[in-house]
C-alpha cells in the first residue's frame, strides 16, 4: 500500500528565503505524486502534480517539485518566500486511491 | 464556476444528534469522496463514490453513512455523533477513471468545521 511522509510538521523560514518542504513517499508501484495548499479557512487547491514524463514539475505561484525515484521523494521548493507563502502544505500519493501526508505548517517571517 | 460546495460550514451539535453534511459539485464528477482533517494526521478518507450508487469504505469510516443517489450530491450522515468526530471535514471530487488511475486533480470543498460535545 502506498503512503506519504513528510519530514517536520513546521517550517519557518524569512522572507525571501528558500522554501524546502521535504515528502517521501512509499510505493510498489511507479506513483502518481501531488502537492496541496491550505490557506486558512479554505479547502486544498492543487500546487503541482507529477504523473509521468519530466521529474521537475513546476506549479502555480513559484512552486516546483522534484520527482527522485532512487530516493522516494518530491520536495517542493520554491526560490523566494512571499509572506503570502504562509499556509499548509500536504504531500499526496495516488494509485488508485489518494494518500495524503501530515502537512507541513510554513511560516514566513518578515 | 467549477465548484465544491459543503453546508454548513459550522456545526455544534450533541453526542447522539442525527446529523448529515451536504456535498454538491457542479462539474459533472463521478469519483467523490469524503475526508476528515485533524492535527499531526493529515487528510484521512471517510468514504469514497466512484459513480452513482457505488460507494465504499475508506480508512475511517465507522460512525458515518454516505448515499450517492444523484451524481453531483455526496451527503456525509452521522447517525449518532460522538466527540471523538469532532473533525474538520473535506468533501472532494474528480473525474472517474482518471482518478483510480491517479492522473487527475481533486477539487475540494471549503471545509466543515464540526464540534460534538
Known amino acids: 500500500a502506498q503512503s506519504v511522509t513528510q519530514l517536520g510538521s513546521h517550517v519557518s523560514v524569512s522572507e525571501g528565503a528558500l522554501v524546502l518542504l521535504r515528502c517521501n513517499y512509499s510505493s510498489s508501484v511507479p506513483p502518481y505524486l501531488f502537492w496541496y495548499v491550505q490557506y486558512p479557512n479554505q479547502g486544498l487547491q492543487l500546487l503541482l502534480k507529477y504523473t509521468t514524463g519530466a521529474t521537475l514539475v513546476k506549479g502555480i505561484n513559484g512552486f516546483e517539485a522534484e520527482f527522485k525515484k532512487s530516493e522516494t521523494s518530491f520536495h517542493l521548493t520554491k526560490p523566494s518566500a512571499h509572506m503570502s507563502d504562509a499556509a499548509e502544505y500536504f504531500c499526496?500519493?495516488?494509485?488508485?486511491?489518494?494518500?495524503f501526508g501530515a502537512g507541513t505548517r510554513l511560516t514566513v517571517k518578515p | 464556476e467549477a465548484q465544491v460546495t459543503q453546508n454548513p460550514r459550522y456545526l455544534i451539535t450533541v453526542t447522539g444528534k442525527k446529523l448529515t453534511v451536504t456535498c454538491s459539485q457542479n462539474?459533472?464528477?463521478?469519483?467523490m469522496s469524503w475526508y476528515r482533517q485533524d492535527p499531526g494526521l493529515g487528510l484521512r478518507q471517510i468514504y469514497y463514490?466512484?459513480?452513482?450508487?457505488?460507494?465504499d469504505k475508506g480508512d475511517v469510516p465507522e460512525g458515518y453513512k454516505v448515499s450517492r443517489k444523484e451524481k453531483r450530491n455526496f451527503p456525509l450522515i452521522l447517525e449518532s455523533p460522538s466527540p471523538n468526530q469532532t473533525s474538520l471535514y473535506f468533501c472532494?471530487?474528480?473525474?472517474?477513471?482518471?482518478?483510480?488511475?491517479?492522473?487527475?486533480?481533486?477539487?475540494f470543498g471549503q471545509g466543515t468545521r464540526l464540534t460534538v460535545v
Open positions: 499526496a500519493v495516488s494509485i488508485g486511491d489518494m494518500r
Open positions: 472532494a471530487s474528480s473525474l472517474s477513471g482518471t482518478w483510480v488511475t491517479g492522473d487527475t486533480e481533486a477539487f
Open positions: 462539474m459533472n464528477h463521478e469519483y
Open positions: 463514490s466512484m459513480n452513482v450508487e457505488v460507494t
